[in-house]
């Protein structure tokens, strides 16, 4: 793999890594931001027989699908993006990573529990960012190219479950 594919595909699995861990800590277990339970200890018995071979890909899914639905009821939709709406190529990109179970498995490993999520989204963000209830303008799409959003959003996010609030850093596609 070249340089730059491995830049790409590392790139990806940062982002499939912090969407399961805000994806479970936003779960209503954690800080209750979106009604479901995919991360649960329960879950798996319900997925098991449907999903059988892919229950974290189905866990991921569902997950991040309520995710994204909460965050675009705050954000909105159109020309803007968030962890969980990204631009079409770059939600393809990220699809065709996870056919790989490999890929899903170690996007999972730092949801253990509570504090593991919490202390794993701290080494991405190194600092909490701004504390702002409801959207925060983090950046523009032009940002998408540079892993510097990521950690501008999981600081965003780190903060907001930290001081008990619910923020949505999103960027905007100013093209």
Same mark, same amino acid.
């Given at each position: 793999?070249?340089? &730059?594919?491995?830049?790409?595909?590392?790139? #990806?699995?940062?982002?499939?890594?912090?969407?399961?861990?805000?994806?479970? #800590?936003?779960?209503?277990?954690?800080?209750?931001?979106?009604?479901?339970?995919?991360?649960?200890?329960?879950?798996?018995?319900?997925?098991?027989? /449907?999903?059988?071979?892919?229950?974290? #890909?189905?866990?991921?899914?569902? /997950?991040?699908?309520?995710?994204?639905?909460?965050?675009? %009821?705050?954000?909105?939709?159109?020309?803007?993006?968030?962890?969980?709406?990204?631009?079409?190529?770059?939600?393809?990109?990220?699809? %065709?990573?996870?056919?790989?179970?490999?890929? /899903?498995?170690?996007?999972?490993?730092?949801?253990?529990?509570?504090?593991? &999520?919490?202390? &794993?989204?701290?080494?991405?963000?190194? /600092?909490?960012?701004?504390?702002?209830?409801?959207?925060?303008?983090?950046?523009? &799409?032009?940002?998408?190219?540079?892993?510097?959003?990521?950690?501008?959003?999981?600081?965003?996010?780190?903060?907001?479950?930290?001081?008990?609030?619910?923020?949505?850093?999103?960027?905007?596609?100013?093209?």
């Amino acid at each position: 793999m070249g340089q &730059a594919s491995q830049r790409e595909s590392d790139r #990806l699995q940062a982002i499939l890594r912090l969407r399961v861990i805000i994806g479970y #800590l936003g779960e209503q277990a954690q800080f209750d931001w979106w009604p479901t339970g995919f991360y649960t200890a329960s879950s798996p018995a319900f997925l098991n027989p /449907v999903f059988a071979r892919t229950t974290a #890909l189905a866990q991921y899914h569902g /997950v991040k699908e309520a995710a994204r639905r909460v965050c675009d %009821e705050h954000i909105g939709v159109g020309r803007v993006f968030h962890l969980f709406r990204l631009p079409e190529t770059l939600e393809q990109s990220l699809f %065709e990573v996870l056919q790989d179970p490999a890929t /899903v498995v170690a996007a999972h490993q730092a949801i253990g529990s509570r504090a593991t &999520a919490l202390d &794993a989204l701290q080494s991405i963000c190194k /600092v909490q960012g701004p504390v702002q209830e409801g959207p925060l303008q983090i950046g523009t &799409a032009a940002d998408l190219d540079d892993n510097a959003w990521l950690a501008a959003a999981a600081g965003c996010y780190h903060a907001a479950f930290a001081q008990g609030v619910r923020s949505y850093p999103y960027l905007v596609d100013r093209a």
